[in-house]
């Protein structure tokens, strides 16, 4: 490819948009355009790079004995009234009539086309287990799209559904795909990957991992143990938590305090003189499936952790607004004594169990509680619903504090189970003829977020550092003063020579400044760059470095082609040496 002729122009300045990297470096480097929030064009070096991942995914999933197929992306409403789903997803599915008023809408993921085809195809046990993907767009409407490619409302994703007559059979497959996604992002030379147990979500399903890209500016948190290496997202993580200590004489009345304009839990700390740990908080939640109030307590010093509330009353949640004192609930001042728990739908964190002595609202404004006993509550009012803090010790060896990390989810696995097989009536003749429900899994990978990782992973100040295994071209030719006859020649012979080797090579043939050429060769960071210029050429050498500047040599004119090819060699050994 000449870079002449490359659509996509390169900035020197940064776009007020970006805030990741990837997001800058990606525009600035002629890689994409936005069309609207959340949705964009890739340009030839970006669509080069996807083309790679996708390829490797590819490669992997049918080492696993995987069976590429293509779902459509618009699907009628039936298929996910089927599983339940038109209705109990939200506003992110993207729903409309088609011309003659059916019902339609834009698949985000493909659970339910997957069952629609293997239905039919899949009757027989002879037939299990199997494993169907496909790499196809999908799209979301994203309340919050952000950051580029790393939260879209259109994207391409590898989506892959299994299907088995056992549970142990899945969870053996389960881990077989477990060990595939290792291998992909290894091959795509994405460091800093951990699996973490997550919350399945609208996927429903028992076990589910999502795997996590560690950087400073990633969206998720993930709890990690350093001494056992315990980890979970923090939509599912667990923690021991310290005792509160000492919470004072045991049998005190409790004693209605007027607490004028504390709403807060600073200013309801600060005038009662309590620390935060001995307060009790409400959070209210709208429960989606039937409009009613959730209130949940959790201890001052803590908080509420929505993926825990919506798994423990199995619905979606949203917060919950005084709007006009209907549903006569105290907000800022909500407490358990006086409250109708008959009426409400009321929780309380493991954290308040057994505590006594403790400051709550009194349902009326500006009033609180001393001395609420907590240990009289009925026991099945109590759960999990807290977030981790590193406050808290590792549930797993309880030997140390939870430590917690940001980081990018590049890959997710279900164990679906029979949530969709069994409500879309699946069914497969087993060996005594009887018929039998299969079992499911599923594994996603977004392509261009795994793309724009990478970029996260490995860049600098002047564009990203491509791995070799999915770089847009391997090597890049700059001719420094191409009007001269001498460079010209060599930089043309050099380009034909490589080509026919089998390299990708970009050849920048414009007659630019050396420090514009550079720049672009930054941003466009492609492993090897080949440096023809009038300079060098005196004394009969090519410059050669690599973009991540492990490598910086002249190299005579003659052996300049078998140099880069074993640069390139050595470059693909440092990701295969990993797998």
């Given at each position: 490819?000449?870079?002449?002729?490359?659509?996509?122009?390169?900035?020197?300045?940064?776009?007020?948009?970006?805030?990741l990297?990837?997001?800058?470096?990606?525009?600035?480097?002629?890689?994409?355009r936005?069309?609207?929030?959340?949705?964009y064009?890739?340009?030839?070096?970006?669509?080069?790079?996807?083309?790679?991942?996708?390829?490797?995914?590819?490669?992997?999933?049918?080492?696993?004995?995987?069976?590429?197929?293509?779902?459509?992306v618009?699907?009628?409403?039936?298929?996910?009234?089927?599983?339940?789903?038109?209705?109990?997803?939200?506003?992110?599915?993207?729903?409309?009539?088609?011309?003659?008023?059916?019902?339609?809408?834009?698949?985000?993921?493909?659970?339910?086309?997957?069952?629609?085809l293997?239905?039919?195809?899949?009757?027989?046990?002879?037939?299990?287990?199997?494993?169907?993907?496909?790499i196809?767009?999908?799209?979301?409407?994203?309340?919050?799209?952000?950051?580029?490619?790393?939260?879209?409302?259109?994207?391409?994703?590898?989506?892959?559904?299994?299907?088995?007559?056992?549970?142990?059979?899945?969870?053996?497959?389960?881990?077989?795909?477990?060990?595939?996604?290792?291998?992909?992002?290894?091959?795509?030379?994405?460091?800093?990957?951990?699996?973490?147990?997550?919350?399945?979500?609208?996927?429903?399903?028992?076990i589910?991992?999502?795997?996590?890209?560690?950087?400073?500016?990633?969206?998720?948190?993930?709890?990690?143990?350093?001494?056992?290496?315990?980890?979970?997202?923090?939509?599912?993580?667990?923690?021991?938590?310290?005792?509160?200590?000492?919470?004072?004489?045991?049998?005190?009345?409790?004693?209605?305090?007027?607490?004028?304009?504390?709403?807060?839990?600073?200013?309801?700390?600060?005038?009662?003189?309590?620390?935060?740990?001995?307060?009790?908080?409400?959070?209210?939640?709208?429960?989606?499936?039937?409009?009613?109030?959730?209130?949940?307590?959790?201890?001052?010093?803590?908080?509420?952790?929505?993926?825990?509330?919506?798994?423990?009353?199995?619905?979606?949640?949203?917060?919950?607004?005084?709007?006009?004192?209907?549903?006569?609930?105290?907000?800022?001042?909500?407490?358990?004594?006086?409250?109708?728990?008959?009426k409400?739908?009321?929780?309380?964190?493991?954290s308040?169990?057994?505590?006594?002595?403790?400051?709550?609202?009194?349902?009326?404004?500006?009033?609180?509680?001393?001395?609420?006993?907590?240990?009289?509550?009925?026991?099945?009012?109590?759960?999990?619903?807290?977030?981790?803090?590193?406050?808290?010790?590792?549930?797993?060896?309880?030997?140390?504090?939870?430590?917690?990390?940001?980081?990018?989810?590049?890959?997710?696995?279900?164990?679906?189970?029979?949530?969709?097989?069994?409500?879309?009536?699946?069914?497969?003749?087993d060996?005594?003829?009887?018929?039998?429900?299969?079992?499911?899994?599923?594994?996603?990978?977004?392509?261009?977020?795994?793309?724009?990782?990478?970029i996260e992973?490995?860049?600098?100040?002047?564009?990203?550092?491509?791995?070799?295994?999915?770089?847009?071209?391997?090597?890049?030719?700059?001719a420094?003063?191409?009007?001269?006859?001498?460079?010209?020649?060599?930089?043309?012979?050099?380009?034909?020579?490589?080509?026919?080797?089998?390299?990708?090579?970009?050849?920048?043939?414009?007659?630019?400044?050396?420090?514009?050429?550079?720049?672009?060769?930054?941003?466009?960071?492609?492993?090897?760059?080949?440096?023809?210029?009038?300079?060098?050429?005196?004394?009969?050498?090519?410059?050669i470095?690599?973009?991540?500047?492990?490598?910086?040599?002249?190299?005579?004119?003659?052996?300049?082609?078998?140099?880069?090819?074993?640069?390139?060699?050595?470059l693909?050994?440092?990701i295969?040496?990993?797998?």
């Amino acid at each position: 490819m000449k870079l002449s002729a490359l659509i996509g122009e390169r900035f020197k300045e940064w776009p007020s948009e970006a805030q990741l990297a990837s997001h800058g470096l990606l525009i600035r480097g002629g890689y994409m355009r936005q069309v609207a929030g959340g949705i964009y064009t890739l340009l030839p070096p970006a669509k080069r790079v996807a083309a790679k991942i996708e390829n490797i995914i590819r490669q992997e999933m049918d080492r696993i004995d995987g069976q590429e197929i293509l779902m459509p992306v618009v699907l009628p409403r039936e298929l996910w009234d089927e599983s339940g789903r038109y209705e109990s997803v939200g506003r992110e599915l993207l729903r409309f009539r088609d011309r003659t008023g059916h019902d339609m809408l834009l698949a985000m993921t493909h659970e339910e086309a997957a069952v629609h085809l293997a239905r039919t195809e899949a009757k027989s046990y002879l037939k299990y287990p199997f494993m169907i993907y496909q790499i196809q767009t999908k799209y979301r409407d994203e309340a919050r799209s952000r950051g580029g490619l790393i939260r879209v409302r259109e994207f391409t994703m590898k989506d892959a559904y299994s299907f088995h007559t056992s549970w142990e059979d899945l969870e053996k497959y389960y881990y077989r795909c477990h060990e595939a996604y290792e291998r992909i992002y290894k091959r795509a030379g994405l460091g800093h990957v951990v699996s973490v147990k997550s919350d399945s979500g609208m996927m429903g399903g028992a076990i589910a991992h999502e795997f996590m890209f560690l950087c400073d500016d990633g969206e998720d948190t993930i709890a990690i143990c350093p001494a056992c290496g315990y980890r979970a997202n923090m939509e599912v993580a667990t923690g021991i938590l310290d005792l509160v200590g000492d919470m004072g004489p045991e049998g005190l009345d409790v004693e209605e305090v007027a607490t004028p304009g504390c709403k807060e839990i600073d200013s309801l700390c600060k005038f009662i003189g309590i620390p935060e740990k001995m307060l009790m908080k409400a959070v209210v939640f709208t429960k989606e499936t039937t409009g009613t109030p959730v209130i949940v307590f959790v201890r001052g010093d803590l908080e509420v952790n929505e993926a825990k509330v919506r798994r423990l009353i199995g619905s979606d949640v949203s917060a919950r607004v005084d709007e006009d004192g209907s549903d006569g609930i105290c907000y800022g001042y909500i407490g358990p004594v006086g409250l109708d728990m008959d009426k409400f739908e009321v929780y309380f964190d493991e954290s308040l169990r057994g505590m006594y002595n403790v400051v709550c609202g009194a349902n009326k404004v500006d009033t609180h509680y001393k001395n609420v006993d907590l240990r009289q509550l009925p026991a099945e009012k109590f759960a999990d619903v807290s977030k981790v803090t590193e406050q808290m010790v590792c549930p797993q060896c309880g030997k140390a504090h939870i430590t917690l990390k940001n980081g990018i989810e590049v890959g997710n696995i279900f164990q679906l189970g029979d949530k969709y097989s069994k409500t879309m009536g699946m069914t497969y003749a087993d060996k005594d003829g009887s018929l039998k429900t299969p079992i499911m899994g599923c594994y996603g990978i977004g392509v261009g977020r795994l793309l724009a990782s990478v970029i996260e992973d490995s860049h600098d100040d002047y564009g990203p550092i491509w791995p070799i295994s999915i770089a847009p071209w391997q090597v890049h030719i700059n001719a420094i003063k191409r009007a001269d006859d001498q460079v010209r020649q060599l930089a043309d012979g050099l380009y034909e020579q490589l080509s026919d080797k089998g390299f990708e090579v970009l050849y920048d043939d414009r007659d630019l400044s050396a420090g514009v050429q550079f720049a672009d060769a930054d941003l466009l960071g492609t492993p090897i760059k080949v440096i023809v210029s009038p300079r060098n050429l005196k004394d009969g050498v090519v410059e050669i470095k690599t973009r991540d500047k492990s490598i910086a040599e002249k190299v005579p004119v003659e052996n300049a082609a078998s140099r880069v090819a074993e640069i390139a060699a050595a470059l693909q050994k440092r990701i295969d040496d990993t797998l």
